[in-house]
């Protein structure tokens, strides 16, 4: 069964640092791999995927994610973090394995961006 | 507009009392997922359907049951055997991605 890992609760960081959101993930076959953010009281809004390709993939709002097969990681990046960047952020897992639709997700990290 | 709806945003369930969560897609995906999220603990799976009339067990699927009998619609029942019903639901389809509703917020009073 496929599972992701999101080890920190929360991430704190100054208006305008790097921001870095953590994840490790298990699957028995390839992965797909997915980022998302949530507002309060809201939805999830999808933010970027890894499919195959290119280890470095972009994404909304100037989000990046770097994928790492060896690590078993795939953790969120983004050069200068804004205050409207503070959210719940959710890594995402599914198995390429044909047929497998199962989608898993990890428990999420909180961003506060400190002005 | 192309998208997800759960309806209703806000829902209250009595004791005893099994409530229907709606989700409705008009974006044509085969599969269809139900998750419940709690302070701290994430999105855990209740239920997933990869196409109509199909529908397999998640995570935490004891006190719920869906249907899939339209493509568009997968209604979550939460019955009088879920236990601690007060929670946040949330609906999403998807072919390589999923794309989520705006949550139903359930609590018991």
């Known amino acids: 069964a496929q599972s992701v890992a999101q080890p920190e609760d929360q991430v704190n960081v100054a208006e305008g640092n790097p921001l870095t959101v953590k994840c490790t993930y298990s699957v028995s076959g390839n992965p797909y791999l997915f980022w998302y953010v949530q507002y309060p009281n809201r939805g999830l809004q999808f933010l970027l995927k890894?499919?195959?390709?290119?280890?470095l993939v972009k994404g909304s709002y100037g989000f990046e994610a770097e994928f790492n097969k060896s690590q078993t990681s795939f953790h969120l990046k983004k050069p200068s973090a804004l205050v409207s960047d503070s959210a719940l952020y959710f890594c995402?897992?599914?198995?390429?394995?044909?047929?497998?639709?199962?989608?898993?997700f990890g428990k999420g990290n909180q961003v506060v961006v400190i002005p | 507009d192309g998208g997800i709806t759960q309806s209703p945003k806000y829902l209250f369930r009595k004791e005893g009392q099994n409530v229907t969560l709606s989700c409705e897609q008009n974006l044509n995906h085969d599969a269809m997922y139900w998750y419940r999220q709690d302070p701290g603990q994430g999105l855990r799976l209740i239920y997933y359907?990869?196409?109509?009339?199909?529908?397999q067990k998640g995570d935490i699927a004891e006190g719920y049951s869906v249907s899939r009998e339209k493509k568009e619609s997968f209604p979550l029942t939460v019955t009088s055997a879920q236990k601690n019903p007060t929670a946040f639901y949330l609906c999403?389809?998807?072919?390589?991605?999923?794309?989520f509703g705006q949550g139903t917020r359930l609590t018991v009073v």
């Open positions: 890894y499919i195959t390709g290119d280890n």
């Open positions: 999403a389809s998807g072919g390589t991605e999923a794309f």
């Open positions: 359907s990869q196409i109509v009339n199909d529908f």
């Open positions: 995402a897992v599914r198995d390429m394995r044909a047929g497998n639709n199962r989608l898993a």
